[in-house]
């Protein structure tokens, strides 16, 4: 019994990083010229959906392995877009874990998907301050945050309307309450 | 206890505000096309008002001694050769200073060289090159004597020639706006006027200017003054190349021809904003020696950085004390 | 609607306002930075030209024109900087990641530049 839920759990990671993979291959890298790095990120429905599915480090490896599969992918490993992507979305899922755990009942998805958001926005910006060191950078940076906690409120909108109609088919109490 | 969480972000918020707001800068800046070039006016906010009466001097400026404007007095006189033109006291004043100029300059500046400016093409931008004889044919009217002058009735006349104060008229338009800044008590201002700077301050904080590298882009050097006018001269402003030499819109008076005295961009720092104006072309005009000795004989009290055709920098009257590295 | 959910909402529009405090004071820039792996370099925005710097993958053409600077010519494939347009105001940037180019607007506190 235990086997075939280990068989299951790794199925369904694996298809939920093949998802984030798809969304982040799809997606375009920006969102109207603004700035560079603002955009919806719906490659973080992936990680959030692993946190709610399996509320615990499993988004976090999604997380961690949906860029470098990316950068396999698009053949960019080890240049300044790879450590963007991947510095935003490991920083992200672990900080979306840690808020998860600690706000308990009193932090939804929507907010988690937030700090999600925020979080991964400011990783990227913190590895781009370090590259350049330009102090007029930090002009720019409430309004990255700002889009990321938009971005990342409709991520999690948008996850918790996929988890509604997971739930309908299914009456498992794997599924964690949020 | 997420009471005083929500509470500390709101008080955050307000002092970020506070900060940004005491950051942000009380200067105002002003842009306009005036004499035939871009102003920049930057001047405290309290006083922005000081703006409307800059555009009226620069507009009257431009009434009196444009080429090209026909009201202008300096129109009527070069088209109307050897008839007395009615001008005003202003006009006779800065007329007066330019002959004299030319007179201590022995002849390197030039009030009177419109003729051979228009006839290289740096006026219209038909550039070409005129020949020996047509050269010949306009030295006549080069001669600083072909400008007479009636004191009593106010009124002058060209019997050769044209003239052109484009090697002043910004920089007296200068003088006129630091007296109207005196005159309003502002705080700070910055006006640049094609290039032209006049810096106006109450002695407190120091302005830092660049001075354009003749040949690449961005910056030979920086300076840093309390206030005055900075004017530069360059081979760079109006020019053209033929046959790999370049022939740019300093005429030297004694050849009728681009200035070639080893001198690529020269700047001049006064107090005068009329007479560093005057002096950044009369220095381009002598070169490195003569102008050094001209300029620490004549005017000590003004500083010049003058750039040779190997990029190397000289400094004339202590202007390498106003270095910032 | 959680409790946690209504700060982060209020976070989220404290850092609305913030940006648009910031906006509205923002400067008209001097200059142009373009970083690339070889270094910083500097250029006044008052003139007309283009400035080709060597980047990881190739040349890039970045023009400044009007007071305003942009990528002209990259040889990235997504050409994201050049969509990025004009930048003019301090802080703003553009960046070409694959090719290493990084373009900014700064206020160098220079007054003014004689020329």
Known sequence: MPSQNRVRKL??????????????????????????????????????????????IEAVLIGALRPIIVSL?????????????????????????????????????KGVS???????????????????????????LPLLLFFGGVSGFIIGLITQFLINRLKKFENE???TSW | MWRRFKYSGIGLFIIIIIFFSSCSPKMITKKGLYLGTFLTFTVDSSHSYVYNEVSEILNKIDEKFSRFNKDSFVYKINNKKGEWVKVDEEFIDVLKFSIHMNEISDGAFNPILGEVEKEWGFYDGNYKIPSGEELKELRKGTDIKNILIDKEEKRVKVVAGELDFGGLVKGYALDLIKNLLEKEKVKRCVVNLGGNILVFGDGKEEFKIGIRHPREAGLIVKIKILSGTVSTSGDYENYFARDGVRYHHIIDPTTLKSARSGVIEVTVISDDGMLGDALSTTLFVLGIEKGERFLIKNYPQVKAIIVDKNLNKHFINGAMDLIVP | MK??????????IILLLTSVVLFLNKREGDFLFIKTDLGIKKYPLNQEVIITVKGRIGDAEIEIKDGKARFLHSPCKK????????????????????????IWIGGDDLDAISE
């Not at chain 1, 937030?114 to 930090?138: D, E, P, R, S």
Request: charged share 15%.
């Open chain 3, 79 to 102: 050409k994201i900087c050049e969509k990025r347009g004009w930048i003019s105001k301090e802080g703003e940037y553009a960046i070409c990641i694959p090719n290493g180019v990084f």
């Open chain 1, 173 to 175: 109490e794997k599924l």
């Open chain 3, 3 to 12: 409790l946690y959910d209504k700060i982060l909402l209020i976070v989220i």
């Open chain 1, 114 to 140: 937030i700090i999600g958001g925020i979080t991964h926005n400011f990783a990227q910006f913190v590895m781009i301050y370090i590259m350049t060191l330009n102090k007029l950078l930090l002009l720019y």
């Open chain 1, 73 to 109: 992918i698009k053949g960019n490993v080890f240049t300044l877009e790879f450590i963007l992507s991947f510095s935003g979305s490991i920083s992200a899922s672990i900080l979306m874990l840690i808020f998860k755990k600690v706000g308990g009942k009193k932090i939804s998805i």
């Open chain 1, 11 to 56: 199925t369904i990671l694996s298809l939920i990083l093949a998802s984030g993979i798809a969304l982040n291959l799809v997606e375009p890298p920006f969102l109207f010229f603004l700035a560079p790095g603002i955009k919806i990120g719906f490659s973080n429905i992936a990680t959030l959906f692993a946190l709610y599915y399996f509320g615990g």
